[in-house]
T-cell receptor, first 112, second 111 residues
Framework: DADVTQTPRNRITKTGKRIMLECSQT?????MYWYRQDPGLGLRLIYY???????NKGEISDGYSVSRQAQAKFSLSLESAIPNQTALYFC???????????FGPGTRLTVL | EDQVTQSPEALRLQEGESSSLNCSYT??????LFWYRQDPGKGPEFLFT???AGEEKEKERLKATLTKKESFLHITAPKPEDSATYLC????????????FGTGTRLKVLA
């Protein structure tokens, strides 16, 4: 089984809808991250969390919110989706002793 | 401004034709430099971490090297299964979280 899972894998929605993307991990890592990937722009950090009580904004947090329900679960919400939020979204975890990030398979989100 | 630049954007090689990918970076202090491989429709997969200039890491046909300003990913005698996008990322010493990713090099190895 995959260490980092994301649901759904694909989602098509309409402008103005609320969307939640979910991430679960079995690696036992405290640190979790949400990124979006756009062609030509690379991976950009949306939010990150170092433990259940710690939530921090990344470089592009506007229009997004997150919830850390448990050590293993980190959800990303789009309160009112807009077309320029169409992108690939990745969840990642890391072990602070090694700094390496481990990524989930991604969610392809399309906002019409 | 901190940044990571990868070149070339795309590279086509014949099977067995060795080459190198470049990752140049500008950060106030380098905590670590990471190489990832990303296949279409999948998340990035960790390859290497380099921490200091002069360090080298190898894995099968891949070898990563690091200087004070750039890193190279050398691919020796590539095979079609090496086709993927290779991402470089740096982590700064000033923050415990901030990873800066490059936009990647799309590698295609032709049989």
């Amino acid at each position: 089984d995959a260490d980092v899972t994301q649901t759904p894998r694909n989602r098509i929605t309409k402008t103005g809808k609320r969307i939640m993307l979910e991430c679960s991990q079995t690696k036992g890592h405290d640190r979790m991250y949400w990124y979006r990937q756009d062609p030509g722009l690379g991976l950009r950090l949306i939010y990150y969390s170092f433990d259940v009580k710690d939530i921090n904004k990344g470089e592009i947090s506007d229009g997004y919110s997150v919830s850390r329900q448990a050590q293993a679960k980190f959800s990303l919400s789009l309160e009112s989706a807009i077309p320029n939020q169409t992108a690939l979204y990745f969840c990642a975890t890391s072990d602070p002793r090694l700094d390496t990030q481990y990524f989930g398979p991604g969610t392809r989100l399309t906002v019409l | 401004e901190d940044q990571v630049t990868q070149s070339p954007e795309a590279l086509r090689l014949q099977e067995g034709e060795s080459s190198s990918l470049n990752c140049s970076y500008t950060v106030s202090g380098l905590r670590g430099l990471f190489w990832y491989r990303q296949d279409p429709g999948k998340g990035p997969e960790f390859l290497f971490t380099l921490y200091s200039a002069g360090e080298e890491k190898e894995k099968e046909r891949l070898k990563a090297t690091l200087t004070k300003k750039e890193s190279f990913l050398h691919i020796t005698a590539p095979k079609p299964e090496d086709s993927a996008t290779y991402l470089c990322a740096v982590q700064e010493t000033s923050g415990t979280y901030k990873y800066i990713f490059g936009t990647g090099t799309r590698l295609k190895v032709l049989a």
